[in-house]
Each structure stands twice: as C-alpha cells, then as structure tokens.
C-alpha cells in the first residue's frame, strides 16, 4: 500500500509529534516498506481464531478497596518542568 | 586467573573461605572497569563504589555489584532509557527488582547503555553513544541490552539486569558470549520497568554461567501485587536444577528455524552458526538426550505480528512522555498540543519516532481491524504451535541469532534487515515462554555465537537442567575476550 507524505503527515499528528519534512518523506518510504512486508499476515485465514492480547491465562485480577500509602505530590510534582501551587503547569488549553 | 574473570559464585565461595576481600573484589573491578570502558562504553553512568557501610547486605550476595540497563527506576537515581527526552527524570520509587536486589545485598554497580526505549537490535540508537562489542570493538553487542551484556562479557559487572521484549537480552548475550535468560512472562515483575510493550516486556538476569544466572533469577522472580501481570506461583530453587543428567530428555529442534531465509531482506542462517548448533545438538545427544525434528509452522509470521504489536503498544506507552509529569519539555510555545508534539519531536530519536509511527498507524481508524486484530490472531496460532509441540516436548533447541555479532553500521540504515536479526527470539515473547542463550562455540572471526533453549510456560528449571548439563560439558563458557 502506497502511503504519501501526506498520510505520514495525519499519523505523526495523531502520534503528537512535529516531524520534520525530511523525516515525514522518510518514514512515508520506510512504513510503506515496512507494511508491505507485515501484509504476509493477509495469506493467512483467521475467521475462526480468537485474538491472542496476552499470553497467561489471567482472569480479571482484583483487590480489596483499602487505602494504602502512595507518593507525596511532593515527590511527585519533583519531576515535573513545571508545577504550581500543587499541580502540573501547562500551557493555556482553552482560549 | 584474575579476580574479574571469576564467576559470582565462585567468588562468594572466595570469600566463605576468607582467601579474598570485597574489598579486593570491589578494586579489581574498579580496576578492569578504568581499563575497558573507554573502549567498551557499556555504562551510561557509574555509582561510585559503594563503601564498606554497604557491603554487608542480609541476602548473602555481599555486596557483589550488579549493572542494571538503564529503563529499570531506582530511587533518586536518574534512569534516561538512553533517551533525551527522560533527561532530569528521577524516579520517587524502586522497581520491584531492585527492592528485591538491595534486599539480597548486592550493590548497584551502574546503569548500562540501550538502544532507547529497548528499540534496537543493536545498541547503535542510544542517544548517547553505541557500546561496542568486547570480542571485536567494530562489531556491535547486539541489543537492546548491549550495555548489559557488554558489561559481564568484559569483566566490569558479574552480573546485569536486562529487558526483553522480542529478544532483548538473548541476543546481545549471544552476541556477547555469555548466558542470557528471558523468564516466561510473569515470571518476574514489571513494576518499575518502564514499558515498552507491557503484554511481551520481561526484565531477567545476564551471568557468565548457568549457576550465577540461576542464583539471580530465584533473587529477582517471584509473585508481586503491583503488577496485575505477574504471576501468583511459588518460585522454585533453581540451583536444584543443576547437576542433574539429561537422560532421555526430549528435545525438539524445528525445522523452521534451520531452514528460514524469512524474505529477500535477510540472508538467512550463517553456516558458522548452523554448523555450532549442529555440533551442540550432538552434544547433547551424547549426553543422552532424544532430539527430534519438530515444526512450528507460523514460525514465518512472527516477525510481521510483532512488528505490529509491539508497536502498537509501544506507541501507546510511549503516550505518557510529553513534557507535563515528567523530562523534557520544550518551552515558548503557546498552546498544549503544540507543546506536546515539539516536546516529542526533540525528545525522541529516530528509531522511537518511527515505532510510534508504525503502531499509530497501525491502531489508526480504518487499519486497526486489518493490521492490530488480525495480528492478535496470528499470535494466538504461533501460541498454539509452540504449545502443541510441548504436549510431546521438554524443550526445543535453536540458534539465538542468525549470524554472530555484526558490524556498527551495517544495518542502521535498513530497519527491515534490523527487524528480521530478531526471528529467531521474538516468537517466544509473542508466546510468553522461557527461554535462554548460552554460548556454543565462535565463528572463525572469533565472535560469539549462542544457542537458544526455549521451555514451556514457568519451567525454567529444565532450561536450567539442560543448559548446566551442556555448559557442564564444554568450556566456551569459561572463554574471556581479549580486551
């Protein structure tokens, strides 16, 4: 499947990241190889396989609603390039 | 003998006996590590030697240093993932390997050197600088763990940590010449680990011997609630797995693997390494076990099914670095998303960026169906495969690689070619079983070359019985390059 700079373009804004021309052309050659070969999964019939998410046989996994100890905010606000008055600083989100 | 060529168990038993010192331990190893790391560059950065304070940790391992890859959170340390967009991250919180680490007394040597976030079959995409082969320093380690196995292969850790995703640490220890296991998956838990792709990533220990790396397995495995993953069984000792015959064994060897040239893209198995594994399978018939040819016959889709899974977890995962909690953040922009999306363009390196691209696209609206679900189903039959043949099977014998260690360079500029260097290990993620490399001879270059032995779902133990049985009975584990 041909993919264009163009597609290259929609999914690195739904991936948030601000590629560069050089790299959208890039990777639109790269991922079109890429995919050409992954659709050798086409050759296969799956109708009537049920998908595989992970592999131990794990049942919804449970516990009991009790508080425990957590981080700080202070030790978790440390890492954050920008904090205030107890919460992450953002740039303005709404107009 | 020098004291860095000593396995960890041997030196313990050193220092039962009092014939040598931590303290000796310790020099000599600050000693190989001045000598070798500048050449080497296994570390992204050293804790200095812990002092004698630390030396007498409860577990037993008396203060014996370990390297740990550099995506497992330490407290108060920074951990980067050889990404810059962690720089400045200092994790509030230890992983559960290492609370389990510090607890049996090791000291946490250093921080090994990654392709980052684990993407890479090669070390080459850190975004610091490449490790180098300790065999041949124009070769790679192999990847993603390369810093880890670089670290053991040359003397500066006896032990490491590493991640494995899709072959992660079995191909860098093949590379590297020494023993490298990937635990069935929840074996050992994730918490801590910064995640590329949760339903494959296992973390699990690098030795140069199947003793040492099955004393490190039993410290790091076991049950742990903060991983919903992980799984609720009694861990074994291992050690008790060693020593034992191998009579009457079943082995299988599928024919798949000996026979694969995947695609146009790769040239299949080296004669080197198929001659080594030849050899080791009639080693092991000597010693008494039966082998018998076997067929996985998904064994061709593996590679395309992990391409897009992993992927798309990754990109998924990697959702959670832009620029608010925590790392990088590229300031003067005036609105979030501009934020976020410049934050990600400076912060991750190409190989990241065209990971997160592949699994966007492959979860985008109108592919998800075509490439995510049919995928999933694919990795249910290669599941399938592997649990059909360990119905009649203990284990199955293969090359960890197709060829030994390759040159820097020689496969950055084609991702194909690097995806395809992992077929023979990453089925076995997609399955979730265990599995391990152990060195079985070199290639005429003298490199390295491994052999893989993969186990069924949580038997660990007849990894270890075979591995120690064949280790047992050759000597390329006692091999030291010559750096």
């Known amino acids: 499947m041909a993919i264009s700079k163009n597609d290259a373009l929609r999914v690195a804004h739904l991936a948030r990241i601000d590629l560069t021309e050089d790299e959208l052309r890039l990777f639109a050659r790269q991922l079109e190889s890429i995919i050409e070969f992954i659709d050798k999964l086409k050759e296969l019939d799956v109708s009537s396989v049920s998908p595989a998410a992970h592999t131990p046989v794990l049942k919804n996994v449970l516990r009991p609603d009790t508080i425990k100890d957590s981080l700080s905010k202070e030790a978790v606000l440390g890492n954050a390039p920008k904090s205030l008055k107890g919460h992450f600083l953002v740039p303005k989100v709404i107009e | ?307 897009i899974l992993a992927t798309a977890e990754a990109s998924s995962n990697l959702a959670r670095f832009d620029g608010v909690q925590y790392g990088l953040r590229t300031e003067a922009v005036d609105n979030l998303t501009e934020m976020y999306k410049r934050t990600r363009q400076a912060g991750f390196g190409s190989e990241a960026k065209r990971r997160i691209m592949l699994g966007t696209y492959c979860l985008s609206h109108g592919y998800y169906e075509a490439y995510y679900l049919r995928a999933l189903k694919v990795r249910a039959l290669i599941a399938n495969d592997f649990a059909d043949v360990f119905k009649d099977f203990d284990c199955l014998i293969t090359p960890t690689s197709p060829t030994p260690a390759f040159k820097l360079g020689e496969k950055i500029q084609n991702p194909l070619a690097m995806y395809l260097s992992d077929i023979y290990t990453i089925s076995i993620n997609l399955a979730g079983l265990p599995a391990i490399s152990i060195p079985c001879g070199f290639s005429s270059g003298g490199l390295p070359i491994g052999m893989q032995i993969i186990a069924g779902s949580f038997d660990e133990e007849m990894l270890f019985r075979v591995a120690h049985c064949y280790e047992d009975s050759t000597s390329w584990h006692k091999m030291r390059p010559k750096i």
């Open chain 2, 1 to 307: 003998m020098k004291l860095w060529e000593f396995t960890g168990h041997e030196l313990l038993e050193k220092l039962a006996h009092q014939e040598i010192t931590q303290e000796e331990i310790l020099g000599a190893l600050d000693k190989r590590r001045e000598e070798v790391e500048p050449k080497v560059k296994a570390f992204l950065r050293f804790e200095k030697t812990p002092g004698p304070e630390n030396l007498s940790g409860p577990g037993g391992f008396q203060g014996l240093p370990i390297a740990v890859k550099d995506n497992i959170c330490i407290k108060n340390r920074p951990v980067t993932c050889a990404s810059r967009i962690l720089e400045g991250f200092h994790p509030p919180y230890d992983a559960t390997v290492i609370q389990k680490l510090k607890a049996a007394g090791f000291s946490i040597y250093g921080q090994t050197n990654m392709d980052e976030f684990a993407f890479g079959s090669s070390c080459e995409n850190s975004s610091y600088f490449p490790t180098r082969n300790p065999w041949n320093l124009e070769c790679v380690p192999g990847g993603s763990s390369g810093g880890s196995a670089a670290a053991v292969a040359c003397g500066e850790a006896i032990w490491a940590l590493g991640s494995d995703t899709g072959g992660s640490i079995r191909q860098p220890a093949s590379f590297c010449g020494v023993v490298g296991l990937k635990p069935t998956y929840g074996r050992v838990s994730r918490y801590g680990l910064i995640a590329f792709a949760s339903s494959l990533d296992q973390i699990g220990p690098f030795a140069r011997d199947i003793e040492d790396c099955s004393l490190l397995l039993k410290v790091i495995a076991g049950y742990d609630p903060k991983d919903s993953t992980s799984a609720n069984l009694s861990v074994p000792d291992f050690l008790l797995s060693l020593g034992k015959d191998i009579k009457g064994i079943k082995i299988g060897v599928p024919k798949e693997y000996f026979s694969l040239s995947a695609d146009r893209a790769l040239e299949g198995i080296a004669q080197e390494v198929k001659q080594a594994l030849e050899e080791a399978i009639e080693q092991l018939k000597k010693l008494g076990a039966k082998v018998q040819e076997v067929s996985l016959p998904h064994t061709e889709y593996a590679v395309s099914v992990y391409y």
